[in-house]
């Protein structure tokens, strides 16, 4: 059966491959010269096939005019001659083809001319064969073409019948059957129809080679829409990030895009020609409820992942090819990998969660700090009348002490209940021109008059005189404080004083900006933690809320600034960096 298709196939692409190579064109270009060497074939093959088959009538008895055998070879030889001339000449032409193609028209009405003038003028069987020429032009060559052959075999038929009937006819006719015409009448009548038909075919031949030539022009038009809408198709279908698969009536997959392979880890040649349900839930085939349509997708590594899909059924024509009418009932389905959507989504429910937690935090915060002023002023008073009492009471003594733990336990609830608010609740800007170096003084006695502070703690500036700086003088003391008592907590575990801050006017990310940097000489931050140290509640100290770097940059993002760790020049210690931005230029950098 496969044996018997393929050469019927064979055939079909050759005779298709032939009417295309011999369709009208307009004259010039590589498919003129292509026609014009197809006509030269045609007219060896015509002009031999022709005078072959009369010679073979003879011998079997037929009384046919046909001139001496000499003069027939002579006549073939000068065809194949001429003609194997003429195609290597166009092989090497590239201009004039439309000249050349006439040429060889002409020539094709001058051979038919010679061979009807040699076998019996007005009484000669191949007068039909000057229709050649005349289709060939109009198929060929521009819309006068057919007429131009038509004429030229008009005007060299006549001539052949003006001879006729003048007596000059080659000197062998008289061995034949040939009878030279008595009337002009007869031989007038035989131009007036032959001449007819000529014009006739010639104008048709141009009609109808117009319409083929407009035809083929709105068919080449059609194919580069087609090949354009296909390539748009198939590039739309390739790039597309959402998942693409058909199936035929059966539900066998038809074909699946790259955007699939990738959701489902199978490969297109491992899915095609197979059923839909061997790989996928059949419910994606069937189910139209939108709230449902969304499925666990086992993917080829046995991982399952979560897909939203939709499909659509799509009622082409039905295929004559096909002997199934439903291999027409087609499917789409698309299909979209939702689950890292729905892991965003839970994460922004738990991020809404944790910020109305955060609120209710602060709220709560907000509103211990009235109680907590109380127990400390209470302790406070406590602290006062005991230490009026020097009595040795052991019950005075542990009344002190304990005195001494609520208050000191206080202003520690204190201090984290600040914090507490200043990262949850960052106030509005208020923004200034102020010196630096000053709000650093005052910043650092501030610092060393707090408990936190060891006594032992030794403060440097290296800040220009009158750098100023622009931003909320009240957070920049805040967030230098913070920065300040973590700088002398690392250093007093070495004892590695003093903690330098310094101050300089420089550019960052080709802006002006001013950068603060505090330095100690402390056991530092280890790499591993470099990462994590300015994440909320992080803290590596006992008895801390871990929200003192947070802070910091918070106060330092909310300027339009940055903060950063640096490498400490002495290789141990630790370089905190804070830029702030000047103004006039873009605020985040």
Request: proline share 5%.
């Amino acid at each position: 059966m496969a044996a018997a298709q393929q050469p019927s196939a064979g055939l079909a692409e050759m005779k298709n491959r032939l009417i295309s190579e011999l369709s009208p064109r307009q004259s010039g270009g590589e498919q003129l010269r292509l026609h014009i060497l197809w006509l030269l074939m045609i007219r060896v093959l015509l002009f031999t096939l022709l005078i072959a088959i009369t010679v073979v009538l003879q011998t079997k008895g037929r009384d046919i005019i046909l001139p001496p055998p000499a003069v027939t070879m002579a006549f073939l030889s000068v065809v194949f001659i001429y003609s194997i001339g003429s195609a290597g000449l166009l092989q090497n032409m590239v201009r004039h083809l439309p000249r050349f193609g006439l040429l060889q028209l002409l020539s094709d009405a001058i051979f038919a001319a010679l061979l009807v003038a040699g076998t019996g003028c007005s009484q000669s069987i191949f007068t039909p064969v000057f229709l050649f020429p005349v289709i060939a032009g109009g198929m060929s060559l521009s819309r006068t073409g057919g007429l131009i052959a038509a004429a030229a075999t008009s005007i060299l038929y006549g001539g052949i019948l003006a001879c006729e009937y003048l007596g000059y006819i080659p000197r062998f006719y008289a061995q034949t059957r040939y009878v030279p015409p008595t009337e002009y009448l007869t031989l007038t009548n035989v131009y007036a129809v032959y001449g007819l038909t000529f014009f006739t075919i010639g104008f048709l031949s141009n009609l109808l080679a117009g319409r083929l030539r407009k035809t083929e022009e709105v068919l080449s038009q059609t194919f580069v829409q087609f090949d354009r809408l296909h390539l748009l198709y198939k590039q739309v279908f390739d790039d597309i990030g959402t998942g693409i698969i058909t199936v035929d009536g059966r539900n066998r997959i038809t074909s699946c895009n790259p955007a699939f392979e990738r959701i489902s880890g199978f490969n297109a040649a491992e899915l095609l020609g197979l059923p839909f349900g061997n790989f996928f839930p059949a419910g994606m085939l069937t189910e139209t409820d939108q709230s449902r349509q969304v499925a666990d997708l086992q993917r080829k590594d046995g991982a399952m992942t979560r897909v939203r899909h939709t499909f659509a059924t799509l009622n082409l024509p039905p295929d004559p090819a096909l002997n199934d009418p439903g291999e027409a009932q087609c499917k789409v389905i698309t299909v979209q990998d939702v689950s890292l959507l729905e892991q965003m989504e839970r994460q922004m429910r738990n991020t809404e969660k944790m910020a109305a937690i955060g609120e209710l935090s602060a709220a709560i915060a907000h509103d211990f700090r009235n109680p907590i002023a109380a127990i400390s002023g209470s302790a406070q008073l406590l602290k006062n009348v005991h230490a009026a009492d020097s009595s040795p009471d052991p019950l005075s003594r542990a009344n002190r002490h304990l005195t001494e733990i609520i208050l000191r336990e206080s202003v520690r609830m204190e201090k984290t209940i600040t914090d507490f608010l200043q990262f949850a609740r960052p106030q509005a800007l208020t923004l200034e021109w102020f010196d630096l170096r000053r709000l650093c003084e005052e910043t650092i006695r501030q610092v060393k008059g707090r408990e936190s502070c060891p006594l032992s703690a030794a403060m440097e500036l290296d800040i220009p005189d009158h750098l100023d700086c622009w931003a909320d003088r009240q957070l920049v003391q805040i967030l230098l404080a913070h920065l300040l008592e973590n700088s002398c907590a690392a250093a007093a575990q070495t004892g590695q004083w003093p903690v330098l801050v310094r101050a300089r006017e420089s550019e960052a990310s080709g802006r002006n900006c001013v950068c603060l940097t505090v330095l100690d000489h402390g056991p530092g931050i280890a790499e591993e933690l470099r990462e994590v140290v300015f994440t909320p509640f992080f803290s590596t100290k006992a008895n801390c809320a871990g929200l003192g770097l947070s802070i910091v940059r918070q106060l330092a993002e909310q300027h339009g600034g940055r903060v950063r760790l640096l490498e400490p020049e002495t290789g141990t210690g630790c370089v905190v960096e804070v830029c702030l931005p000047l103004p006039g230029l873009p605020e985040e950098f």
